[in-house]
């Protein structure tokens, strides 16, 4: 199974070296030195990571016959993929891969039932469940322990907490101006 774990910025310096955005809990080892990755284009890889650092909190990598910095820049936003075996479990017990979680039923803790994820969306601040609701619409549930409250793994299903107006469109929005009109 194949795994996006980072996306390719831009060049750093002339030696060859690039920034990248990590899409991965497991940098140490998706993105050491020495692993061979495919890309996306398929084109420009696979890559091999010949060294990595960090620099200002940014992780930079180069790869073997990358040597300069037109080369690098030819390289930016590929993303990187890690062939995984999919028996394979991340090292925390609160961690899930986006495999495992496509196609969950997600219900609310009272057993209503709000759709199924098709998708997981990666922002810089949280990550989306994308659901498909049984009539066909999509709901965007932040997957955020305060509102994703159990994923069940041996019964195929994520157990949401929403807030008002999250998978609904009855929120209660007080205003000033309603109390006003009806008085």
């Known amino acids: 199974m194949q795994l996006v ?25 998706r993105l050491a030195p020495g692993a061979v990755l495919l890309t996306d284009p398929a084109a420009v890889g696979p890559l091999t990571i010949e060294t990595g650092r960090v620099h200002s909190s940014r992780l930079l990598l180069r790869f073997e016959g990358v040597t300069d910095r037109t080369a690098a820049e030819a390289l930016r936003n590929t993303l990187l993929i890690a062939e ?5 479990l991340p090292e925390e017990e609160d961690e899930y891969y986006d495999h495992q979680l496509i196609d969950l039923d997600v219900v609310t803790a009272d057993g209503a039932e709000v759709g199924r994820i098709t998708e997981i969306s990666h922002l810089p601040s949280q990550d989306l469940f994308i659901v ?9 549930i932040p997957f955020v322990e305060e509102i994703v409250v159990e994923i069940d793994l041996q019964e195929q299903r994520a157990v949401i907490t929403p807030p008002p107006g999250l998978i609904d469109d009855r929120a209660d929005i007080a205003s000033s101006r309603d109390t006003e009109a009806e008085s």
């Open 84 to 88: 995984v075996d999919p028996d394979e």
């Open 5 to 29: 774990v980072a996306r390719i910025g831009r060049a750093h310096g002339i030696k060859g070296e690039v920034t990248v955005e990590v899409r991965t809990d497991e940098p140490e080892l």
């Open 132 to 140: 498909e609701r049984p009539d066909g619409s999509e709901v965007m």
